[in-house]
């Protein structure tokens, strides 16, 4: 609904006017009738109004001086005059800018509706220019078309704010807002940038924060450190997301107080101290105090990644694509996702774990430990001293797939873990997890994986660039 302001010094004008038409159905709330234009100028220092409806000739301050004030505090606002038919030519002369409509007194009914339709069509096309400009604001800061400096001479302060679960309330309070320069949204978050003081910022928060999950913010100083502050906001904001931390108003600094090494936090776990529950209520509150202590998104998927290849090391029978499950882990947005994937993973372990053979034991240890060698299933053989179609047969009867299978499903395991957690060379890699014919690799990994390892590792720095 369209705020309305009526200025007048005759009295019965002001009185009368409201009762003219119905303003409800006009979508028009009049909330203030002034008989004071310097009062009026006042009001319009603290309170956003939408249309001005005012006389020309008042004692106090004539409509010539008291309207080129009303812009300079409000330059959006919309003006519809009123005005004696004696001066109307004289009113209609001098301010012929930014003047909506001119009625003459007495008021006409229709003429006024068609006034008000008027400033009402003008002001969704300049709220609709506002919004776009304020969009493509922080896009052309970012971007080094315009310095901050261009876009707010003042000496405010400026903050840059992220916040998450954004909906249309929300854009319509941003859109809105005094205090917003510019902002990006992406339809998950929203990037704002802000002037004004702390009490400014913390009146806005008040406005915005029931209504979202999150919000992250940080003070700028120059020109130099927008983008950097952006790049970290994009980050911070990602974690609280993946994490799901509960806290509603953060800033940059994560205060974090606890050095957790992540891969010692796996190397204590024992799965067999564990039911289903007791896994997922561990998993939560790690993942919980990991958010917490400022930990990255990719640090999160390594504690994962490394929770799935001890379970896979256990010589359980697992039919699911163990590359497969890794790449979902790499593909995951939030806690949830990865806490299901792992529970899934367990849940199999735990239902199909059985005490295999003691023959089918010591070949699955003896891959674990020379996968990275020339292995076949005659050389695996002759080292147990066993005959090779035997072991074959009762390895592929235990494990439901055959011995060469296995051992690549687990070399191509051992690979992403490496593609994913460091720099090295593909070719190097290749050799590292036993196979000496690159090429023969690079075959196994993309029937694996539906991508070659290289794409896979692009997929990595793209997701946790995003993320």
């Known amino acids: 609904m369209n705020t309305m302001m009526l200025v007048d010094d005759e009295y019965m004008i002001l009185r009368g006017i409201p009762k003219l038409i119905d303003w409800s159905e006009l979508n028009v709330e009049i909330v203030k009738a002034e008989k004071s234009p310097l009062a009026a100028l006042k009001y319009l220092k603290e309170h956003h109004i939408d249309i001005l409806l005012s006389d020309m000739n008042m004692a106090e301050l004539p409509g010539t001086q008291f309207l080129p004030k009303v812009k300079e505090l409000q330059p959006d606002i919309q003006i519809i005059v009123l005005s004696g038919y004696e001066d109307f030519s004289y009113a209609k002369a001098s301010l012929e800018q930014g003047v909506i409509d001119y009625l003459n007194k007495p008021i006409d009914p229709d003429e006024l509706e068609d006034a008000i339709e008027k400033a009402q069509s003008k002001l969704k096309r300049t709220q609709h220019d506002i919004k776009v ?15 901050l400096s261009e876009i707010d001479e003042s000496q405010s302060y400026l903050y840059l704010v992220g916040i998450w679960q954004v909906d249309e309330k929300i854009r319509t ?39 979202i999950k999150n919000e992250v913010y940080t003070q700028l100083s120059t020109d130099e450190d927008l983008n950097e502050k952006f790049q970290n906001l994009k980050k911070r904001l990602n974690e609280v997301n993946f994490y799901q931390i509960q806290k509603k108003k953060l800033t940059l600094n994560k205060n974090c107080k606890v050095t957790l090494q992540v891969s010692e936090l796996v190397s204590k776990i024992n799965f067999s101290n564990f039911s289903a529950v007791t896994f997922d209520k561990y998993l939560r509150e790690t993942f919980d105090e990991l958010g917490r202590n400022g930990y990255s998104v990719a640090d999160g998927k390594y504690f994962a990644r490394l929770i799935l290849m001890k379970l896979y090391g256990k010589k359980q029978k ?24 792992i529970m899934d993973f367990f849940r199999k372990y735990h239902i199909q774990v059985k005490n295999y053979p003691d023959l089918v034991n010591e070949t699955l240890l003896y891959l674990d430990q020379n996968y990275m060698e020339d292995l076949t299933l005659k050389k695996v053989a002759d080292v147990l001293h066993v005959n090779s179609v035997y072991l074959g047969s009762i390895f592929k009867k235990n494990l439901n797939q055959s011995f060469a299978k296995y051992l690549n499903n687990y070399r191509i395991a051992k690979a992403i873990a490496l ?49």
């Open 419 to 467: 593609i994913t957690t460091t720099n090295q060379d593909i070719n190097e890699i290749s050799n590292k997890v036993g196979y000496n014919n690159s090429n023969y690799f690079f075959r196994v990994f993309k029937d694996q994986t539906s991508m070659s390892p290289t794409e896979y590792r692009r997929m990595v720095k793209k997701q946790n660039n995003i993320l």
């Open 133 to 147: 400009a304020k969009r493509l604001a922080l896009d052309d800061v970012l971007s080094g078309r315009v310095k």
């Open 173 to 211: 309070i941003i859109a809105e807002s005094q205090n917003v320069l510019g902002y990006q949204d992406d339809g998950k978050f929203m990037y704002i940038l802000l002037k004004g003081n702390r009490a400014e910022l913390t009146n806005l928060s008040k406005s915005i924060l029931p209504l």
């Open 318 to 341: 697992i039919d699911l694509d163990f590359s497969e499950i890794l790449a979902r882990v790499e593909n995951s947005t939030t806690v949830d996702e990865l806490i299901k994937i």
